[in-house]
Structures are given as C-alpha cells and as structure tokens.
C-alpha cells in the first residue's frame, strides 16, 4: 500500500472510530495553520532540537494551531501528532495532548513547546509530555499527522502521562468527532 494509501486508510479507519460526522450548526469542525497549509512543508524551526541527533535541525518551535465548530455535547479535545514513516513499523508519536477544555481554540507559535496549564501532557515516543518537532533522516519527507478530536470527556478524566495508544483506547466511545492536519518535512 503506498504511503497516500496508508495515510488514507488510517483517516478512514479514525472516521470509524469517532463515529457521527455531522457539521454543528456552526459549521464543519476544522484544524488549521497560519504556521502551515495542509500538505504543506514545516517550517525549520518547527523541526526538533536535540543536539545529539544530526538530524534535528530546528528550535522545536511548536507551529500555530486553531479549531474551530467543534461538535455538540464537545467538554474536551485530545490533540496527537504522530509521524507514520519515522522508525519503521511503529512510527513516531510526536506530541500527545488532551484534556484540552472545549474554552481553548488553538495554540500560538511555540506555545507547547513545553508544558502548559491548557492540556494535560501525555507520553510521545521521546518520553516528553510537550511537542517535539521533527527529526527526519535524509531521504524523502516524512508526514506529520496532527489529528484534533473532540470529546465528550471532561478536561481531568484522564491521568497524565499516557501514550498515543492508551489515549487512543480511552477515546473509545467518548470520541464525538474528528479533523486533521499534515505537515511534511524533510532535512535540509
């Protein structure tokens, strides 16, 4: 399957998993950029900052992110960024985040570059609660995945520090609705 399949299948497979589609009165729920265009490259600053990795070439400055029509009945969002390609076959969890209240809109440029009082961290695969931006290897561009989803959960139901996959799990039937968001990146 390539990889526009793969990317595909999994927005058609999170679909599923967060059921009923229907636009609030307000509109369709959506996650934007003034950072990046969906599809569109990261900027370098956005990628990671480890020193120890060469490929991490960037100030780990979190890119602008907003939402808005969020789904009726919505108490909190759980915001994930995930890399499909990055270490074959699991690939990386950038940023796991939720307990967002329905009151935040968005974050400003850099904002969850470190811990903030407006999510409850979680676990990425670098074992931080904030964002970490990318670190891709030379070769083609990797996809960064922002996915946003609306809950009907309130903001403290779930304990700090899970994973992707246990987030994932917890959503189970409390999901209202979901969007999404992909920056590419590659190394310089």
Known sequence: ???????LAGAVALSAFCGSHEASAQGVFTL??????????LAVKNAGNNKANPNCVGENVSPALSWANPPEGT???ALLMFDPEGRPPGGVSHWVAYGI???VTGF????VSKPSDKYVGGQSTMKLSNYFGPCTPPGPPHHYTFTLI???LEPTALKEGMTREEVIKALDGHAKSATGLIGIFSKP
Do not use: N, Q
Not at 1 to 7: A, D, E, K, T
């Open 101 to 103: 209240p329905v009151s």
């Open 150 to 152: 609306a809950t009907d």
């Open 32 to 41: 934007s950029s003034p950072s990046f265009k969906d599809g569109e490259r």
């Open 1 to 7: 399957m390539s990889l526009r399949g793969s990317i």
């Open 75 to 77: 108490k909190s969002y």
């Open 108 to 111: 400003a440029e850099g904002e």
